[in-house]
């Protein structure tokens, strides 16, 4: 059980660096990812714990979720890239088209 | 997975930084079946690694394979307090989680009596239902959202063939650029790829040759560097057969 959660924590933590560290935006992106993966693992455990379903409800939703994001996001990422011919997110720091 | 996941922190191209996720994602799946949760270790395969990895790498293939993280610092000092800010996160956060006393593991057998699906079918149809439905609200929502903001008009109008050929033979009159294909890239004994130049008669490169795609990406074999095999080549072979 511990051990699970300390991996999750270690995931969520490198998540986390990732998203402060890295410039592109979609390794950016792929970052959060990691992040909610970690949750999702964290949740799982929990609901083994607690001997009942709901952690593993509050991850499928956490899934569908993720997914919708990152259909949102990669557009946002494409249709930025389209106008400045890069996905590094020091040039996006000016919000005009 | 670990190592993987760090490997999302320093891989200098993006795509590796891709591959790295894909490998924890399919260990975390590994991890929900070891844990009581068949029914996630197969979402998490199909939806994660199948779709959301997927449309990760046809982006990196959209935006570009060959960008990757440039090491320049906008702010400065960002990258060593962003890495020491982290890692006081995530040592103060194992410890704590060290300190709590979690109790004894339930476990999921008597969740998963009916099977693994059953249960959470009977979680997320009954008091779940609400936020279900909103999900599907979510989801279509973001694909309306996606094929909007993908979605780019046609600045100019349509040209036609007809056109291009009208185009061609006035640029042959004015300029007499021939109007036919351009000459096919070298082929040669050695190296017949797209990115190395035909030679025209007298021996130098012939610039229409190569594609503009080729060039503008700096991939063109350069006019210097001769594929075609030399003299000293040949004399370089026989020396080194050993």
């Known amino acids: ?97 | 997975m670990v190592v993987a996941a760090l490997g999302l922190l320093f891989a200098r191209k993006a795509v590796h930084a891709a591959l790295c996720l894909a490998v924890v994602m399919i260990s975390l799946a590994v991890l929900y079946a070891a844990q009581g949760a068949p029914f996630l270790f197969a979402v998490q395969i199909i939806v994660y690694t199948g779709a959301i990895m997927m449309l990760f790498l046809f982006v990196l293939m959209l935006v570009g394979i060959d960008a990757s993280d440039s090491l320049k610092e906008t702010i400065k000092g960002q990258r060593l307090a962003a890495t020491v800010v982290g890692l006081l996160f995530g040592v103060t956060a194992v410890l704590a989680l060290g300190q709590t006393v979690t109790g004894t593991v339930v476990g999921l057998r008597e969740a998963n009596q009916h099977g693994n699906p059953y249960g959470l079918a009977e979680l997320l149809f009954g008091p779940y239902v609400l936020a279900f439905e909103f999900t599907s609200a979510l989801l279509i929502t973001a694909a309306l959202g996606a094929m909007v903001l993908a979605h780019r008009e046609r600045l100019g109008r349509r040209i036609t063939q007809a056109e291009t050929a009208e185009r061609r033979m006035r640029e042959y009159a004015e300029t007499g650029r021939h109007p036919g294909n351009p000459p096919t890239p070298g082929v040669y004994a050695r190296h017949n790829a797209v990115d190395t130049p035909a030679l025209l008669p007298d021996g130098t490169p012939a610039e229409d040759s190569v594609s503009d795609t080729v060039r503008s990406r700096g991939q063109e074999v350069p006019p210097g560097a001769s594929p075609l095999p030399t003299a000293g080549d040949a004399r370089r072979e026989e020396d080194g057969d050993d």
């Open chain 1, 1 to 97: 059980m511990t051990e699970y959660l300390t991996l999750s924590l270690i995931l969520f933590t490198i998540g986390a660096v990732g998203v402060l560290v890295r410039r592109n935006a979609i390794v950016v992106f792929m970052c959060i990812e990691l992040m909610l993966n970690a949750t999702n693992l964290a949740f799982v455990s929990f609901a083994r714990q607690n001997g009942n379903l709901d952690g593993q409800v509050a991850a499928f939703f956490v899934m569908v979720v993720a997914a919708a994001e990152v259909v949102v996001g990669l557009a946002i990422i494409v249709s930025i890239y389209r106008t400045r011919r890069s996905a590094s997110v020091d040039d996006a720091n000016l919000l005009r088209g």
